[in-house]
T-cell receptor, first 115, second 111 residues
Framework: EPEVTQTPSHQVTQMGQEVILRCVPI?????FYWYRQILGQKVEFLVS????????KSEIFDDQFSVERPDGSNFTLKIRSTKLEDSAMYFC?????????????FGEGSRLTVL | GQQLNQSPQSMFIQEGEDVSMNCTSS?????WLWYKQEPGEGPVLLIA???AGELTSNGRLTAQFGITRKDSFLNISASIPSDVGIYFC???????????WGAGTKLIIKP
């Protein structure tokens, strides 16, 4: 069964360093998302991406964040200069987008720990 | 902004018991989604509801889309140890399928 895959599963970084989290969405899906979940809290929307551009972003997604779809299969989230409060699980998700179901399929997440 | 109010926050039950949780909103949703998240993993879609009044089952799970389109419930019958996890309701905000999420119901099964 097709699935969303994410790498790395866990990344530890020093405050101020750049981090890139990678995702391979399901191949025929058209909408891509990044969500994050701080430990013990609810899942929060960061950004949605469609037709090679950002379609929506939340207030969390400030200038330190960027997304890219560099090659037609990968979808990356970059955090330019990490802060302690960026420590969270980051989930990539994709949706087929043509069936109006609103169903998102999630990867297993990348745990980011900022020291 | 829109938000989903999910309750209860947590449930401690005996194996074999039935479980019920619900989600309400002040806004109308056209789709309700129920996800389960196990520790260290991403949310997995359990049930999707598309029409007001719809009742949908997935094994021992049953979910209903409220007639007002502002609420939904999820029932689990005859709980088993692998049902442990956090259950989230979610609804798409707009045509971009941006989801907003309930705070989750943590299910703990006492041995």
């Amino acid at each position: 069964e097709p699935e969303v895959t994410q790498t790395p599963s866990h990344q530890v970084t020093q405050m101020g360093q750049e981090v890139i989290l990678r995702c391979v969405p399901i191949s025929n899906h058209l909408y891509f998302y990044w969500y994050r979940q701080i430990l013990g809290q609810k899942v929060e929307f960061l950004v949605s991406f469609y037709n090679n551009e950002i379609s929506e972003k939340s207030e969390i997604f400030d200038d330190q964040f960027s997304v890219e779809r560099p090659d037609g299969s990968n979808f990356t989230l970059k955090i330019r200069s990490t802060k302690l409060e960026d420590s969270a699980m980051y989930f990539c998700a994709s949706a087929i987008g043509t069936d109006n179901t609103g169903e998102l399929f999630f990867g297993e997440g990348s745990r980011l720990t900022v020291l | 902004g829109q938000q989903l109010n999910q309750s209860p926050q947590s449930m401690f039950i005996q194996e074999g018991e039935d479980v019920s949780m619900n989600c309400t909103s002040s806004s109308i949703f056209n789709t309700w989604l129920w996800y389960k998240q196990e520790p260290g993993e991403g949310p997995v879609l359990l049930i999707a509801l598309y029409k007001a009044g719809e009742l949908t089952s997935n094994g021992r799970l049953t979910a209903q889309f409220g007639i007002t389109r502002k609420d939904s419930f999820l029932n689990i019958s005859a709980s088993i140890p692998s049902d442990v996890g956090i259950y989230f309701c979610a609804g798409p905000l707009d045509s971009n399928y941006q989801l907003i999420w309930g705070a989750g119901t943590k299910l703990i099964i006492k041995p």
